[in-house]
């Protein structure tokens, strides 16, 4: 349990979705300590480091569920029910309406739980009340060493999944536990954006530059896994028709901002530069061959250069890095101060990040859940304005954030 009270005016400024008149400098940011990469500047002012703002905002923390094993995603059914997934085991449960924890959902395929890897990201599909569909992405075990994302779909009936389908699978399979990424977004128009990483080793660092595969890339699938034809390189010789944007390093949150349909992605950075984007058409993100940070060694990453024409720079960058996981743009009633914020989890700085937009920039940055020093992996939205999210251990802990009293 939490009370975070702050000065009048800057709880005006953020509950309007802005900071005009809070001063811009570094110093007033939430991190403090220098960045991993010296020497390297933003592309734009705001760019990083925005000002430190809070919202006089009373909450509490409740435990809906604990013993959950590395649990990586949620998802709410129509009918309030809610899914998490356990990355390792590749259990699929069911929060009932009741508070109880369900069994494992019997009829997934398995998963390669090793490392990075096992059961991922959720998505409902929009017309669950007549196909009562549901969504998954895993990493999937070739059966020659080799790995892969892959997505699949089935009819949740009961205490079982139905009629599974493999729709997609990212290619080429490496071999390799790490950078999965495995976020699911349904667009709008019903088409569903999911998120891959890179694999991390560097014959996958290097496929997120090409477009014979679909490693570090946005993939756009139809609910069915078929190609949507306005893909910006269907048709287009050597590139998969699947492939939205490129250039990712390793996507493992991602939301669509309800106010304009748009989808959103924060990617890993290595030892600084985890990165906001919002990824557009056929364009290009830059990894590896620009972006801020360093190498886990200390080195630069390729050239060491964080900007070059032809590819796009990030809305928003960290250096040190956030480490994030699951994101949640909240529109909701219950937490007016909050309305038009970003929420983020953050696995290394322990902590729930909230950004403050503004005409697609970010204008203001709090932390959140600080003093609980958890692991966040995933925040989503409840029914009721609720913030639910997910902790990464192996007794990880399923919590409900609603207001104080």
């Not at 919202?55 to 309030?80: C, I, S």
């Not at 993100?285 to 390729?302: A, D, F, L, N, V």
């Not at 970003?342 to 729930?352: H, M, N, Y």
Request: glycine fraction near 14%; include cysteine.
């Amino acid at each position: 349990m939490r009370r975070l009270i702050v000065p009048a005016l800057a709880a005006l400024l953020a509950a309007c979705g802005g900071t005009e008149g809070v001063a811009q400098s570094p110093s007033q940011g939430v991190e403090s300590r220098p960045p991993n990469a010296a020497g390297q500047t933003p592309a734009f002012a705001g760019q990083t480091r925005a000002p430190a703002v809070t919202a006089d905002v009373a909450f509490e923390v409740q435990t809906l569920a604990e013993g959950l094993n590395k649990p990586w995603a949620l998802a709410f059914l129509p009918d309030g029910r809610l899914l998490v997934t356990e990355k390792p085991t590749g259990a699929l449960r069911i929060l009932g309406k009741d508070g109880k924890l369900s069994e494992p959902l019997a009829g997934l395929p398995a998963v390669d739980g090793r490392g990075q890897g096992g059961l991922l990201g959720l998505a409902v599909d929009p017309a669950f009340a007549r196909s009562g569909l549901i969504y998954w992405s895993y990493a999937e075990a070739k059966g020659d060493g080799t790995n892969h994302t892959a997505v699949a779909r089935g009819r949740l009936e009961g205490g079982k999944v139905e009629n599974v389908q493999v729709i997609f699978r990212q290619t080429p399979s490496l071999d390799s536990t790490l950078h999965f990424g495995g976020r699911l977004v349904f667009a709008r128009d019903g088409t569903l954006f999911v998120t891959t990483g890179e694999r991390s080793i560097l014959p996958g660092r290097a496929q997120a530059q090409r477009l014979d595969g679909t490693l570090g890339k946005v993939v756009r699938i139809n609910a069915d896994g078929s190609v949507p034809k306005d893909n910006p390189f269907v048709g287009k010789p050597g590139a998969r028709p699947e492939i939205w944007s490129y250039g990712h390093r390793n996507i493992q949150a991602a939301a669509l901002d309800p106010r304009t349909g748009q989808l959103w992605e924060v990617e890993h950075g290595a030892r600084g530069g985890d990165e906001l984007n919002h990824p557009e058409k056929g364009k290009d993100y830059g990894w590896p061959t620009i972006t801020y940070g360093q190498e886990y060694s200390g080195k630069p990453i390729g050239e060491g250069i964080t900007a070059k024409d032809g590819m796009e720079q990030p809305v928003y960058y960290w250096d040190p890095v956030i480490g994030p996981s699951g994101m949640a743009f909240y529109e909701a009633d219950l937490f007016p101060a909050w309305k038009g914020s970003l929420f983020i989890g953050g696995l290394a700085t322990k902590d729930l990040v909230r950004l403050v937009l503004k005409d697609g920039k970010v204008v203001g940055e709090e932390r959140l859940l600080k003093d609980r020093g958890e692991r966040i992996r995933d925040v989503v939205v409840g029914p009721e304005g609720a913030l639910y999210l997910v902790t990464d251990a192996e007794q990880g802990k399923l919590l409900k954030i609603v207001p104080k009293g």
